[in-house]
């Protein structure tokens, strides 16, 4: 990492005369409300197309919100006397105080004058948040509680009017409880349990979605291990909060505008979303993923056209200590995109991923070199994935959208094989959203996304530059997280949302979602359904257990999820409240165990799937989540 500092360093100081403005370059977190209100704006022609690689800077944003103020009040969709008050409002919010204490925001501003007239300003502070929410289960009469509660002091600010950098450190208290569903073959096929080398078919651990939250709500926000109360030993730390539990958490950042805000270098760890079509739909890069430390540079020299290239290195997910899960996962990622835009009525982006095991590979590291084809000219060792995204928009009106996410596949035969065979691995979306008039900044969002099995998954594999004795992980996760849709593999997702923003401080929403599942636990558990499954890769095109048949080869689970949500900032005062209810009712469908022969024989060496703690049974939850944030 010290080769990438000095590379920031010489950056900066190649272009120290080009210093723009000043406190402007640090993210904005994706949880923020500005990323709605900057969506809907741009469907309705109020500002010019935005990029598709988030986060976005203070000035980016403040930028935009200026742009919208400014557009003309003649044009379809223009903005209501509401919708100004509501962008002042958030403007303000990015806005540069006076220096001394503040104690209203929870911070302490100083500005300097340095050495040769640069300045040298920002914030000092603390934030608090804390989500707390519990669940009744009717099925067994008892409620599940849990919290996520942390603590954070940041120092953010500027060294000239170019360079920003934010640094910050949080200690949590958290308890997620969740139960153990059962065991996973991740060859769910015929390989047997004694085989040798690479195809050594493992049987993990699976575990239920936290059961006090919404599923597929509950994000890891911890780093590394946590401990529970009581002496800090090595056997008190733990890698889940299964009871109350602290943890620590740390992001920075250091980033630089240069060529009159043209070219943006960052350089840090945080969280992003790229190529999303509607905040947190993302494929390929999305908002649920978790941090990892990147080098970035987005060039947005006209409105029309964008290009961005990140790479990183990936954490690995600590589920058995700190140790011997590092010894099979030390990846790095690379991700490019491409943005074309004409005017606000058509959008199109598309890349390439990379997943590859650490080494000094000088192509990767180059954004201007295409990660699929280089792989091309050093051999097959590393999972790549390309991605497209297209989007059209009528002002005023809404927009369609439709993104592709291509991790494995056969480009010769995949019209007539990509709904038949696992080895074409891919996900997609279809959405629409329609903007609401008569109300400030509301619409409604359909979306139904296809998450093929296998997708996101790797087959593990030997690498010449390591000669460890287990083979390496390539499957497309951090830290145990899918790098892309937060939806796991051989799944789908119906969701309905409404957005509304009905008071300058206050926004809501009412959302549905219908998510089917292959089992990954249990006798009919079904290949291809968890991001540790392993595609086998010997008869692809002739076995039928290596065939697609999407709720009929296995049991399948059925979530119907329905939540209604609210956020209120307290006037003056620095608390935002927040909250959820609704209910999440899930079911499993099945088939006979002769039909799931045909599709899953029982591997070589005799070792039968073993049965769920409780088989695939019936749930119902009421869940309620309150929470607040205070300076933040």
């Known amino acids: ?229 009581g002496p800090i030993t090595p056997g008190n730390m733990k890698t889940w909060p299964q009871e109350l539990s602290i943890a620590a958490r740390m992001m920075s950042e250091m980033a630089v505008s240069v060529l009159d805000d043209t070219l943006l270098l960052r350089f840090g760890r945080i969280q992003r979303e790229w190529g999303a079509m509607s905040p947190g739909s993302s494929l390929v890069l999305n908002g649920a993923a978790r941090p990892f430390t990147g080098i970035e540079a987005n060039f947005n020299p006209v409105p029309w056209f964008a290009y961005s290239s990140i790479t990183g290195v990936l954490e690995y997910d600590n589920f058995a200590g700190i140790a011997s899960p590092a010894m099979t996962f030390q990846n790095a990622y690379s991700l490019q995109q491409v943005e074309i835009n004409y005017r606000n009525y058509f959008h199109i982006d598309f890349g390439s991923a990379a997943i590859w095991a650490k080494r000094f590979e000088l192509g990767y590291l180059f954004p201007l070199l295409d990660n699929y084809f280089y792989q091309n000219f050093i051999g097959d060792y590393d999972n790549m994935a390309i991605h497209l995204n297209i989007k059209a928009q009528y002002p005023g009106l809404g927009k369609l959208w439709l993104s592709l996410f291509a991790d494995e596949f056969d ?144 049991a399948y689970q059925w979530m119907h999820i329905i939540k209604v949500g609210a956020e209120h900032r307290l006037g003056s005062l620095p608390i935002t409240l927040f909250g959820e209810a609704g209910i999440a009712y899930s079911y499993f469908t099945d088939i006979s165990d002769t039909e799931y022969k045909k599709y899953n024989p029982t591997p070589e060496g005799g070792m039968a799937r073993p049965p769920a703690p409780g088989e695939y049974l019936k749930s119902t939850a009421f869940i309620l989540t309150l929470g607040f944030r205070v300076f933040m």
């Open 1 to 229: 990492m010290r080769r990438y500092s000095f590379v920031i360093l010489l950056i900066l100081l190649f272009f120290g005369e080009a210093f723009l403005f000043a406190q402007t370059h640090v993210s904005v977190p994706l949880g923020h409300e500005v990323y709605y209100i900057l969506d809907q704006a741009e469907a309705r022609f109020l500002c010019s197309p935005l990029p598709a690689v988030k986060p976005y800077t203070r000035a980016r944003i403040v930028e935009a919100i200026n742009e919208i103020l400014a557009a003309e009040s003649g044009r379809f969709g223009g903005l209501s006397a509401y919708e100004r008050q509501i962008l002042e409002s958030t403007r303000n919010e990015f806005n540069k105080g006076e220096k001394g204490f503040d104690l209203a925001e929870g911070m302490y501003r100083f500005d300097v004058q340095g050495k040769k007239g640069i300045n040298f300003s920002g914030d000092m502070g603390i934030s608090a948040e804390s989500v707390n929410s519990i669940a009744y289960y009717p099925e067994e009469e008892k409620p599940y509680y849990g919290t996520d509660t942390w603590g954070t002091i940041f120092l953010k600010g500027d060294i000239g009017e170019s360079f920003s950098f934010n640094v910050d450190f949080s200690v949590g208290m958290m308890q997620a409880y969740r139960v153990k569903l059962g065991e996973y073959d991740t060859y769910a096929t015929e390989i047997g349990f004694d085989t040798t080398g690479e195809r050594v078919n493992r049987r993990l651990t699976t575990y239920s979605q936290p059961l006090a939250f919404f599923p597929y709500n509950y994000q890891k926000r911890w780093d590394g291990t946590m401990v529970h109360p």
């Open 411 to 554: 480009a010769s035969s995949i019209l007539k094989t990509a709904f038949k065979q696992d080895s074409q691995m891919f996900a997609y979306q279809a959405g629409v959203q329609g903007i609401i008039p008569g109300l400030p900044f509301t619409s409604l969002t359909l979306s139904y996304t296809k998450v093929e099995p296998y997708t996101y998954t790797h087959t593990r594999d030997f690498v010449p530059w390591y000669n460890g004795k287990e083979p390496m992980e390539y499957a497309y996760v951090n830290c145990g997280v899918s790098l892309g849709h937060y939806i796991p593999p051989n799944s789908d997702e119906i969701k309905l949302r409404f957005d509304t923003h009905p008071w300058i401080k206050t926004v809501g929403h009412f959302q549905y979602q219908l998510i089917r599942h292959g089992a990954d636990y249990g006798p009919h558990q079904v290949d291809g359904s968890s991001l540790v499954s392993e595609l086998d890769s010997r008869g692809r095109d002739e076995k039928d257990s290596l065939r697609k048949n999407f709720l009929k080869d296995g």
